[in-house]
């Protein structure tokens, strides 16, 4: 686009344009001027950082793993699927998206945990409580992460072009063959935007995991329930593990963003 | 004994309902003309199995692919038919060789075998040295050649061709018209193709079903169909002045209250008369001598065709005529133009209505 052209925004937006810019940034630039830079190359290498990061990315990829298993099927029946009811079962998956968190906790606590209605017959068989294990902390991630990849690929799927589906199907390929090998390499870039997003929310998910996980250093105590703690008990420590997340986050989404999630 | 295609059958969607009977016999080629939302899309997406029809049969080289009296639907990927779409919809994500052997690769020929039969058929098309291109690299023209050899690639028994030629710009249209000619003439199975082109018809095809409103309004050889059209869209369509009118003694058609031909004809009743825009002669002031069918006129607009322009001629007798690009402008003929036109008897052709 040319700079001559005439641009379509209004001079009265600028001005809270900006503040919301200002508002968005101002908070990481505080987190930057309170970190202990000199000190911090060796607080990252202290063991308990290491193990909550290292818990914490392998949590939020299973969990986006388990996302994309059963999210990607269920956005493929959403967007594609004929049969009555279907809005009412999008508004339903759609729930964990605007439940807050910590309510999402308590639901499954009261679903999976050793008195519910499911977590009960889990243990009366096979002796197994989930609530306050690693398995746990994956589940809660999955849950409030799995909406975020299924509404975004819901969306790639609805943009998709049937028209080449229907190409392959006159060329000889069932609709599970179609699918395969037209309809998913054609919404990957989708699929992928879906999975970072997914990925990005588990990573920084709090409330859910700290209900029904609780916060146990070495199996469950995840980044954001580490700084969370940290922050009671030694304020310098929850900065740098900020700093950490907001690393690790970040360079995630650059590495990606090229490739995946750049807008079009 | 293949039988070709033989299909009778009725479709609704919504407001829209299409009857449509036909029948192609294996190496012919059924041009399916009519104006825009006629249903030609929709015919061919039930042959390809993409819609299920509410009522009736299709055939194909003697098996049932729709019967809606024993509940029989054989789903597109079980069917051999190949279709070219008006928009090619090759795969984006393949190359062209790779579009050309999805196809082999659905009916169970292995990896290597399907790229080796796939690099054949782009050779027979031209495209060897396009192998690896990806279809967003192609030209319109191009992309057309690698969606037919993908849909030929397969052997299949139908071939339905949607607007084969529409995408291309006017030069290229030309060109890909005679190559197109030239496959088909080469492709064993019957074929059908939709157009709304009348040039497309006379050149690829040898039987012509016009279809408007959902049905079926007149069928047969081309040349038969393009001398005697029995209504205004397809005389317009196939460039024929055509009036619906009462035929007298002595050659006389009357078609409006104001307005008698004079042909050259023994019939009477009720006929069409019909000329050809070529037919017609046009003046700036009354032709001297008495030629019967002779008019005044308004030129309401005039278009290019080829060397020559066509001009809609308003008045008592509106008519298309044709005249070349020499005469327009010496008769300095633009639109808002008083004129005069006269029809030979001889060129009017009169048959029943």
Same mark, same amino acid.
């Given at each position: 686009m040319s700079r001559r052209e005439r641009s379509g925004v209004p001079p009265v937006l600028l001005a809270p344009a900006g503040l919301a810019v200002l508002f968005l940034v101002v908070p990481l630039i505080g987190l930057f001027l309170r970190a202990p830079w000199r000190s911090l190359p060796d607080r990252v290498r202290e063991p308990a950082i290491r193990e909550a990061l290292r818990l914490s990315l392998e949590t939020a990829t299973e969990a986006t793993v388990v996302a994309m298993v059963l999210g990607v099927p269920l956005a493929v029946l959403l967007a594609h699927g004929r049969f009555p009811g279907r809005s009412l079962l999008r508004a339903l998956v759609t729930v964990p998206l605007v439940l807050p968190p910590v309510v999402g906790g308590v639901a499954l606590l009261s679903a999976l945990g050793r008195a519910g209605f499911v977590g009960k017959r889990i243990y009366d068989i096979t002796g197994y409580s989930l609530p306050f294990t690693t398995t746990a902390v994956v589940i809660a991630e999955a849950f409030v992460a799995m909406p975020f990849l299924v509404i975004a690929v819901e969306g790639a799927l609805r943009g998709s072009d049937v028209r080449y589906a229907e190409a392959a199907a006159t060329l000889g390929a069932s609709r599970w063959t179609t699918f395969r090998t037209v309809t998913l390499p054609l919404v990957a870039p989708g699929v992928m935007a879906g999975a970072v997003l997914c990925w990005a929310r588990a990573l920084g998910e709090f409330g859910a995991t700290i209900t029904f996980a609780g916060n146990f250093p070495g199996r469950t105590q995840t980044m954001p329930l580490a700084v969370y703690q940290a922050l009671e008990t030694d304020p310098p420590a929850a900065i740098v593990l900020s700093m950490v997340l907001l690393i690790v986050s970040v360079a995630v989404l650059a590495l990606l963003r090229d490739r995946w999630v750049a807008p079009s | 004994m293949s039988e070709g295609l033989v299909a009778d059958f009725e479709v609704t969607l919504g407001e829209f309902s299409l009857r449509l009977g036909l029948t192609v016999e294996p190496g012919r080629v059924t041009a399916l003309l009519g104006p825009n939302g006629a249903g030609k899309s929709t015919a061919l997406r039930v042959l390809a199995g993409l819609l299920r029809v509410d009522r009736g049969t299709v055939r194909l080289?003697?098996?049932?692919?729709?019967?809606?009296?024993?509940?029989? *639907?054989?789903? =597109?990927? +079980?069917?051999?038919?190949?279709?070219?779409?008006?928009? %090619?919809?090759?795969?984006?994500?393949?190359?062209?060789? #790779?579009?050309?052997? $999805? !196809?082999?690769?659905?009916?169970?020929?292995?990896? =290597?075998?399907?790229?080796?039969?796939?690099?054949?058929?782009?050779? $027979?098309?031209?495209?060897?040295? %396009?192998?690896?291109?990806?279809?967003?690299? /192609?030209? !319109? !023209?191009? =992309?057309?050649?690698?969606?037919?050899?993908?849909?030929?690639?397969?052997?299949?028994?139908?071939?339905?061709? #949607?607007?084969?030629?529409?995408?291309? #710009?006017?030069?290229?249209?030309?060109?890909?018209?005679? +190559?197109?000619?030239? %496959? /088909?003439?080469?492709?064993?199975?019957?074929?059908?193709?939709?157009?709304?082109?009348?040039?497309?018809?006379?050149?690829?095809?040898?039987?012509?079903?016009?279809?408007?409103?959902?049905?079926?309004?007149?069928?047969?050889?081309?040349?038969?169909?393009?001398? *005697?059209?029995?209504? #205004? %869209?397809?005389?317009?369509?196939?460039?024929?002045?055509? $009036? *619906?009118?009462?035929?007298?003694?002595?050659?006389?058609?009357?078609?409006?209250? +104001?307005?008698?031909?004079?042909?050259?004809?023994?019939?009477?009743?009720?006929?069409?008369?019909?000329?050809?825009?070529?037919?017609?002669?046009?003046?700036?002031?009354?032709?001297?001598?008495?030629?019967?069918?002779?008019?005044?006129?308004?030129?309401?607009?005039?278009?290019? *065709?080829?060397?020559?322009?066509?001009?809609?001629?308003? !008045? =008592?007798?509106?008519?298309?005529?044709?005249?070349?690009?020499?005469?327009a402008t010496e008769l300095d003929l633009v639109p808002g133009r008083e004129v005069w036109f006269a029809v030979k008897a001889n060129e009017i052709s009169v048959y029943p209505a």
């Open positions: - | 080289a003697g098996r049932d692919l729709e019967d809606d009296s024993r509940d029989l *639907h054989v789903p =597109a990927e +079980e069917r051999a038919v190949g279709m070219v779409f008006q928009d %090619y919809r090759l795969f984006p994500h393949r190359s062209a060789l #790779d579009n050309v052997a $999805y !196809g082999l690769r659905r009916r169970g020929m292995a990896r =290597a075998a399907a790229r080796e039969r796939a690099g054949e058929w782009l050779s $027979y098309v031209g495209l060897t040295e %396009y192998a690896k291109a990806r279809p967003a690299r /192609l030209s !319109g !023209g191009q =992309a057309q050649r690698v969606a037919l050899a993908r849909a030929l690639a397969t052997g299949p028994d139908l071939l339905l061709l #949607d607007e084969p030629l529409s995408a291309l #710009d006017a030069a290229t249209r030309m060109q890909v018209r005679g +190559e197109l000619r030239r %496959y /088909l003439a080469g492709f064993p199975g019957a074929v059908l193709m939709v157009t709304h082109d009348p040039v497309d018809a006379m050149v690829l095809a040898s039987d012509v079903v016009v279809i408007e409103g959902g049905a079926v309004v007149q069928r047969g050889p081309v040349a038969q169909v393009a001398a *005697h059209p029995q209504t #205004d %869209y397809v005389a317009r369509l196939v460039g024929l002045n055509l $009036y *619906h009118g009462l035929a007298g003694p002595n050659g006389h058609v009357r078609v409006s209250p +104001e307005v008698e031909l004079t042909a050259v004809s023994e019939l009477t009743g009720t006929v069409f008369a019909a000329f050809a825009p070529s037919a017609v002669a046009v003046f700036r002031s009354r032709p001297d001598g008495s030629p019967r069918n002779v008019f005044p006129a308004r030129v309401d607009d005039l278009e290019m *065709h080829g060397g020559t322009f066509r001009l809609r001629l308003n !008045g =008592a007798l509106p008519v298309l005529a044709d005249v070349t690009a020499a005469a």
